[in-house]
C-alpha cells in the first residue's frame, strides 16, 4: 500500500474540540454542584428563577447525560450478547481521506493507466481501526441485524442477487440500519478467464438489481473468491465501480485465517466474513461477531466504517 496518510488540521482540530467539550462538561457540573451550594437558601442568579440551572450549564448536562446513558447502552448490549469487553468507539472519519492504491502484486495491465478500480486489502491509516465486510447473503438471521444494531457496530456488505432474491425486505432493513449494500455479482462466479461480456452482465446486472431494489448503485464491488483480471476491472469501471476491496483476514465461528505471515491485525486492515448459519458453520452469526468482536477489542481496535475512509 501507499504511504500512511494522516488527518489534515481540521481531524485534529476536531478531535481537540471534542475532548475540550468533554472537559467543558466536567467543568460545568463541578462548577453547577459548587454554585447550587453556594446559592442554596440564597436568591438566584440575576435573569434565572429559582431552581433553575444556567442555561449553558443545562445544555452541558443535557450533553453529559446523553453520553452517560449511550455508554450504559453499549455495557448492557455486549453483556446482553456475551462479549469479554465492550467495543472500542472508533475515531471520527478522517477529514482527508486516504489515497486508495491497488497492492504490489494486485495490479492488472494498464491498471493505473486506464483508472481502473484499485484492489486493495487495507487502507492506509495510523487510526487503530478495522472494517467488517461480509459477503453473499445466504444467511438471513434476524438476531445478528439485532446484535449489530444495539452494539453499534460498522459494517459493509458484499451482496449476489441470487441469494438474496428470495428475501429483499432482510437487507432493506440492514440499509435501513445504515449499512451500504454493495456488488458481489449476480451469481456469484469465479470472474478470472471468462468472457469480457459475461463478466460485463454479472456486475452490470448486479448494479442493477441493487439500484432498482435499494434505490443505490453502489461503487465497491468484491470479485467473487478474489479472484479477477482485467477484463473483470475494466468491466467493473464500465458499471460505475470506483473500488474493489478483499481482504487481509478472514473470520469464521470458530477460527481465523490470515492472508499475512505474521498472523496478526494491523490498522486499516479489511476483515472478511460471510453470511453463515448452523448449516454451514457450527455455529450463528452472532457466535462469528463474538468472536470477531472479543479479538480486535482486546487488541486495541474499533471497528470502523470502510466508506468513512474511502
Not at 66 to 77: G, I, N, P, S, W
Not at 113 to 140: Q, Y
Not at 169 to 193: C, D, E, I, W
Not at 220 to 225: D, E, H, K, T, V
Request: charged content about 25%; aromatic content about 8%; hydrophobic content about 35%.
Amino acid at each position: 500500500m501507499g504511504a500512511v496518510v494522516q488527518n489534515d488540521k481540521k481531524g485534529a482540530s476536531l478531535a481537540a474540540l471534542r475532548g475540550g467539550i468533554a472537559l467543558l462538561v466536567l467543568t460545568a457540573i463541578v462548577a453547577g454542584c459548587a454554585e447550587g451550594g453556594d446559592r442554596e437558601g440564597g436568591a438566584p442568579a440575576p435573569g434565572q428563577q429559582a431552581g433553575e440551572a444556567a442555561p449553558p450549564v443545562r445544555a452541558l448536562h443535557s450533553y453529559a447525560e446523553r453520553l452517560r446513558a449511550e455508554q450504559t447502552a453499549r455495557v448492557a448490549a455486549a453483556r446482553r450478547w456475551g462479549l469479554k469487553q465492550v467495543p472500542l468507539t472508533p475515531p471520527p472519519p478522517p477529514a482527508r481521506k486516504p489515497r486508495i492504491t491497488t497492492r504490489d502484486g494486485f495490479e492488472v495491465r494498464g491498471h493505473e493507466e486506464l483508472g481502473l478500480p484499485p484492489v486493495f486489502t487495507s487502507v492506509p491509516t495510523r487510526d487503530r481501526v478495522v472494517f467488517l465486510t461480509i459477503d453473499d447473503g445466504a444467511e438471513k438471521d434476524p438476531r445478528f441485524l439485532r446484535m449489530m444494531s444495539e452494539l453499534r457496530i460498522p459494517y459493509t456488505a458484499f451482496l449476489s442477487d441470487y441469494l438474496i432474491s428470495d428475501d429483499y425486505p432482510y437487507f432493506k432493513k440492514m440499509q435501513a440500519a445504515g449499512v451500504t449494500l454493495n456488488n458481489h455479482t449476480l451469481h456469484h462466479p469465479s470472474l478470472r478467464g471468462l468472457s469480457y461480456r459475461r463478466q460485463k452482465h454479472e456486475i452490470c446486472g448486479m448494479q442493477t438489481v441493487l439500484g432498482e431494489r435499494y434505490g443505490r448503485r453502489p461503487v465497491l464491488f468484491r470479485p467473487p473468491y478474489g479472484t479477477y483480471d482485467r477484463d473483470t476491472l475494466v468491466a467493473a469501471k464500465a458499471c460505475g465501480v470506483r473500488y474493489a476491496p478483499l481482504w487481509d483476514e478472514e473470520v469464521f465461528v470458530d477460527h481465523w485465517e490470515y492472508r499475512e505471515g505474521d498472523r496478526d491485525l494491523h490498522p486499516g486492515d479489511i476483515v472478511l466474513s460471510h453470511f453463515r448459519g448452523r448449516g454451514e458453520w457450527q455455529g450463528t452469526m452472532p457466535d462469528m461477531v463474538r468472536r470477531f468482536l472479543n479479538k480486535v477489542t482486546a487488541e486495541g481496535y474499533a471497528v470502523a466504517r470502510l466508506e468513512d475512509y474511502l
